[in-house]
Antibody
Framework: EVQLVETGGGLIQPGGSLRLSCAASGFAVNTNYMTWVRQAPGKGLEWVSVIHSGGSTYYADSVKGRFTISRDDSKNTLYLQMNSLRAEDTAVYYC???????????WGQGTLVTVSS | DIQLTQSPSFLSASVGDRVTFTCRASQGISSYLVWYQQKPGKAPKLLIYAASTLQSGVPSRFSGSGSGTEFTLTISSLQPEDFATYYCQQVNSYPITFGQGTRLEIK
């Protein structure tokens, strides 16, 4: 059974750093197209970042230079390193598996990140 | 960046109704358009990809059409479980973008 479990969310002060993890089971992260999507409270979906199976990475303009997507093949886990956090980064962060050009069909339950002093 | 505009933003309908949502792209995206359904407190669920291909397990009352800059999602006969928010997403080019969503509520 495919499962994605996000952890690492919490309350963090502006300017701080946080690393989100997405533990996958039932498939190999390194052979899939993996994305992070976030949703601010009461707002719509915002695409954050993607890592292709070949290792190429792409980012939303709003997080470029502050967030880094990566994976650990030995742990079958996807990560999102978030630095220089801002209040506007407050959101539920979802990891998802998909196909390039066809969207994301497996999603985790999400982890809440709150950036506040 | 490619902007997606969904209309309407809010729709009130009854069980059994046929409803159609629209998603317009600021530039041509061929058929690289995906539709999701999201219920409160839950992750999005992929309904349709490549503008008109039904994801496995999704009921056939859902259908999608369009190419280029204008796309539609139609639910042929609303069921109680269909009341949710619907998002379109362009997967043609980076950065990938979502529409702002259409909230479908029971009349």
């Amino acid at each position: 059974e495919v499962q994605l479990v996000e952890t690492g969310g919490g309350l963090i002060q502006p300017g701080g750093s946080l690393r989100l993890s997405c533990a996958a089971s039932g498939f190999a992260v390194n052979t899939n197209y993996m994305t992070w999507v976030r949703q601010a409270p009461g707002k719509g979906l915002e695409w954050v970042s993607v890592i292709h199976s070949g290792g190429s990475t792409y980012y939303a303009d709003s997080v470029k230079g502050r967030f880094t997507i990566s994976r650990d093949d030995s742990k079958n886990t996807l990560y999102l390193q978030m630095n220089s956090l801002r209040a506007e980064d407050t959101a539920v962060y979802y990891c998802a598996r998909g196909v390039r050009g066809s969207g994301s069909y497996d999603w985790g339950q999400g982890t809440l990140v709150t950036v506040s002093s | 960046d490619i902007q997606l505009t969904q209309s309407p933003s809010f729709l009130s309908a009854s069980v059994g109704d046929r409803v159609t949502f629209t998603c317009r792209a600021s530039q041509g995206i061929s058929s690289y358009l995906v539709w999701y359904q999201q219920k409160p407190g839950k992750a999005p669920k992929l309904l349709i990809y490549a503008a008109s291909t039904l994801q496995s397990g999704v009921p056939s009352r859902f259908s999608g059409s369009g190419s280029g800059t204008e796309f539609t999602l139609t639910i042929s006969s609303l069921q109680p479980e269909d009341f949710a928010t619907y998002y379109c997403q362009q997967v043609n080019s980076y950065p990938i973008t979502f529409g702002q969503g259409t909230r479908l509520e029971i009349k």
